[in-house]
């Protein structure tokens, strides 16, 4: 069974920074493609970065571009997303995702954490 555990959630100010993590079970985390999803109140959810688990090359929302950065560490069955120079409109719940072979969709997600961003 895949469980996936967000953290690092919190208030910061518009320009501030925050890490987040999402620490993985599974023994073949590794070849995971792992996301980042996030939900404002009363919009959809929507893509913010992914990391592939083969090369660990990366794709980002290009609303975040040159902002946030997605990476991994496999031997903690961890994903992180660092998010710089934060604005406002980056105030959502953020989700976790994980794309477990042989499906090549999302068919787990974590509980989400809360990041607001204040003026």
């Known amino acids: 069974q895949v469980q996936l555990v967000e953290s690092g959630g919190g208030l910061v100010q518009a320009g501030g920074s925050l890490r987040l993590s999402c620490a993985a079970s599974?023994?073949?985390?590794?070849?995971?493609?792992m996301a980042w999803f996030r939900q404002a109140p009363g919009k959809e959810r929507e893509f913010v970065a992914k990391?592939?688990?083969?090369?660990?090359?990366?794709d980002y929302a290009d609303s975040v571009k040159g902002r946030f950065t997605i990476s991994r560490d496999n031997a903690k069955n961890t994903v992180f997303l660092q998010m710089n120079s934060l604005k406002r409109e980056d105030t959502a719940v953020y989700h976790c995702?994980?794309?477990?072979?042989?499906?090549?969709?999302?068919?787990?997600w974590g509980q989400g954490t809360q990041v607001t961003v204040s003026s």
């Open positions: 995702a994980a794309d477990v072979p042989p499906t090549a969709k999302y068919d787990y």
């Open positions: 599974g023994v073949t985390f590794s070849r995971w493609t």
């Open positions: 990391i592939r688990g083969s090369g660990g090359s990366t």
